[in-house]
């Protein structure tokens, strides 16, 4: 007897049939429309140093990492994100090449966080980054393309881009001189929604009531439109925050651009996310039943500089593809699945040509290997969705032939071995 479980472990999961086949169907969707965009795809490593992800990853996302030390003494993490492994491979290996650098990956990322619905210990990411250049063109193209993923898988209906600003958070901090440690914990509070707690430590740093005023109004407008900006602008300028409200102002013109390409966007000053590398434009996907993100991203220019490299604007975002899943009513393709019946061994090599040249176009097809009268294997393969049979015995050989059952209505026709393919992919 074995003491092995064969449960998985806690927060992770086996998936089988159906529901691998819509996490395989979001990322190959996601992974078409980047390249169509122009992105590459990255493979990067699970394992990565510890400190790659400790260094700018933010207060929470350290606590969840799942971190060891490898036979060689080194401190290592699984990814908890792609970001950083992106963003080390392009310090590696592509600081040469054309700006902006395109880059879209998929794969398993792991947070030790307390599992629940939407919240699992493994689980897939699909993400882009855009690297080298910072600009307005970049940021809508890279907000664009986020709700293009879910327009054409058909969730465009159900959602919203929440966009903010942490730059203007951000351009307050840095311009009272206040630690970026200190920063990521106020951001941190933010993020929670613990307000309080971050005024409390903003005004022991600032020192000035008019600045924390305007913070506390900032922190209060979850959805503005244009009157709220222009207010806050002016505000920002009347109490000498001009580079502040520089930061709110192209919030403004992202707003504007988003509205006049018919995105769903909610412009939101207060938002924050918790990576504590974000600089600028931050957004997130949310979905009117589901109470945890879809989908985030932001720029974050600061990072390539924090690892080491020469200052380096880039934008990017990661889509949840298990959350993803949970709210998307994907149909599945039709299914187009066929059975090869062989009545002897002389006939294998008849049967896998036409098996062969069944799947180069399109169709699934097996050769059946169970030893069963056919009156009971026809209901098997019926009830794991197969379409039809086609039968190949000495007759049929002989003849040039093959016959073509359906197996839901036990119908069948003779078909001309030669145009068999070019039949099944017709019919069904």
């Known amino acids: 007897m074995t003491d092995i479980s064969y449960e998985p472990l806690r927060g992770m999961r086996d998936y089988y049939g159906e529901e691998a086949s819509k996490l395989a169907y979001l990322i190959r969707e996601f992974s078409r429309l980047a390249s169509l965009a122009g992105y590459q795809e990255i493979m990067v490593p ?60 998929a794969g398993t990322v792991y947070r030790y966080d307390e599992p629940q619905m939407g919240r699992l210990r493994e689980f897939r990411q699909a993400g882009v980054e855009n690297i080298g250049i910072n600009n307005i063109y970049i940021d809508l193209e890279i907000i664009d393309l986020l709700f293009s993923f879910y327009k054409n898988i058909g969730l465009s209906e159900n959602i919203k881009l929440k966009i903010g600003n942490i730059g203007i958070l951000r351009t307050i901090l840095y311009k009272y001189n206040i630690h970026e440690d200190r920063q990521e914990t106020i951001l941190h509070l933010i993020d929670k929604g613990e307000v309080q707690k971050a005024l409390s430590i903003m005004e022991t740093e600032v020192k000035n009531s008019d600045v924390i005023d305007f913070i506390t109004t900032l922190l209060r407008v979850d959805e503005a439109n244009a009157e709220d900006l222009r207010s806050l602008i002016d505000t920002a ?57 879809l989908a985030g991203g932001g720029r974050y220019d600061n990072l390539i500089e924090a690892y080491g490299g020469r200052p380096t604007p880039a934008i990017g975002f990661a889509v949840g593809v298990e959350r993803t899943a949970l709210v998307s009513k994907i149909q599945n393709e039709r299914d187009r699945k066929a059975v090869i019946f062989l009545v002897d061994e002389d006939l294998v090599k008849e049967g896998i040509q036409v098996a062969s040249e069944l799947r180069r176009a399109g169709i699934t097809c ?8 056919l009156s009971k294997l026809i209901p098997q393969y019926a009830s794991q969705g197969y379409n039809v049979a086609l039968i190949l015995g000495k007759k049929e050989k002989s003849e040039g032939k093959v016959t073509v059952k359906w197996l839901v209505s036990r119908t069948q026709e003779t078909v001309e071995r030669e145009r068999v393919v070019d039949y099944v992919s017709k019919i069904i």
Do not use: W
């Open 46 to 105: 699970v394992l990565e140093e510890f400190r790659l992800f400790a260094l700018k990853g933010g207060e929470e996302l350290r606590e969840s990492m799942y971190v060891f030390q490898d036979k060689g003494g080194r401190t290592v993490a699984m990814r908890p994100e792609l970001t950083p492994g992106v963003v080390r491979a392009y310090l590696n290996s592509m600081q040469g090449h054309p700006k902006p650098v395109r880059l879209y990956y």
């Open 237 to 293: 300028n009347s109490i000498g925050l001009n580079q502040v409200s520089n930061e709110i102002s192209y919030l403004e013109r992202i707003a504007r651009y988003t509205k006049e390409l018919e995105l769903p966007c909610v412009v939101s000053p207060s938002f924050v996310r918790g990576l504590a590398y974000y600089t600028g434009i931050i957004f997130e996907v949310v979905h009117r039943d589901f109470k945890l993100s």
């Open 366 to 373: 097996v050769l059946n290997t169970k030893e069963a009268p």
